[in-house]
């Protein structure tokens, strides 16, 4: 006796769902590498306070601004208290006229930051700096002091003397900057090439990370599955 079977699929249905399925199992392949490449660059960041300890809690993957597509990125909002006033110095940003002012001193060391009454109602870009480039600026702007004052004055802003200054708007750590001083070892940071590193380290094991992980295994299967029409 002799039995036979037939499954019945619709191909014209698989034909039309191709591309979504491709792009179900780019997106879950991305996901992947995404968090792969996340992971190799976190383990090469050097141990320490300051600078080095804000790149390593920045660093993460996640969902881009297109649905589905996942990315590294760096991105810190931080508070001035956390950057070493020592190596770092910071650009204004903003269009109001108190921005445009300061603007035209940048870059500030933080410590060299004036209080204005109010606040100041601009953004703020950190960077990383050697202690030489720090103190450079600070020079500068202590010869500078009497002009500052007074372009600030001149457009109705009331300096204080003893307060700390208040940044009414966002103060962002510039993380591409640093990344590119750690990678290249300038500015004071030692030479670790920790993005090429983890990009090369990628290229080796990048299968490994999307056929090691279930979930992404699951995605690609489910994705070319005919019971999936």
Do not use: C
Not at 58 to 66: L, V
Not at 84 to 101: D, I, Q
Not at 115 to 137: C, F, K, N, Y
Not at 171 to 178: G, N, P, R, S, T
């Amino acid at each position: 006796m002799k039995v036979t079977g037939r499954a019945s699929i619709d191909l014209s249905a698989y034909r039309a769902s191709i591309n979504t399925r491709i792009d179900q199992v780019r997106k879950s392949v991305a996901k992947q590498m995404a968090a792969g490449l996340s992971e190799e660059v976190h383990k090469r960041i050097p141990d320490g306070p300051g600078w080095l300890q804000i790149y390593r809690d920045a660093i993460k993957f996640q969902e881009g601004e297109e649905k589905g597509v996942w990315e590294v990125v760096g991105e810190a909002q931080i508070v001035l208290t956390q950057v070493p006033a020592a190596k770092s110095l910071a650009f204004f940003e903003g269009m109001t006229g108190l921005a445009t002012v300061l603007k035209s001193f940048n870059p500030w060391p933080i410590d060299t930051i004036l209080a204005i009454q109010g606040g100041i109602t601009a953004d703020l870009v950190v960077r990383p700096a050697s202690e030489t480039e720090t103190m450079t600026h600070r020079h500068r702007h202590a010869a500078s002091q009497t002009e500052i004052k007074s372009k600030l004055e001149s457009i109705g802003a009331v300096l204080l003397s003893y307060d700390r200054p208040e940044i009414n708007g966002k103060i962002v750590a510039d993380l591409k900057f640093l990344s590119l001083r750690l990678e290249h070892g300038l500015g004071g940071f030692p030479r670790v090439p920790h993005w090429s590193a983890a990009v090369a380290q990628g290229k080796r094991r990048g299968d490994k990370w999307v056929t090691g992980d279930e979930a992404t295994k699951r995605a690609v299967k489910d994705a070319f599955s005919a019971r999936q029409i």
